[in-house]
């Protein structure tokens, strides 16, 4: 008796499943509980540039 062949689809769904699985696990094991600490302020003058200076010739 011979064993029938998978479809290619099936053989992708089960690679696919299998690195899902696969980085998962590494995301749990290594990433889950690290953090990075954001400052608003920080972050805003970091997107916005610094604030401009005043010229006091204008004023």
């Keep these: 008796m011979t064993r029938p062949t ?14 899902t699985v ?7 094991g290594f990433v889950r509980d690290l953090r990075a600490p954001v400052d608003t302020d920080s972050a805003a003058a970091r997107l916005l540039g610094p604030p401009p200076a005043s010229n006091p010739s204008e004023e």
């Design 22 to 28: 696969f980085l998962v696990g590494l995301w749990w």
């Design 6 to 19: 998978l479809s290619l689809p099936r053989k992708l769904a089960i690679v696919l499943v299998i690195k």
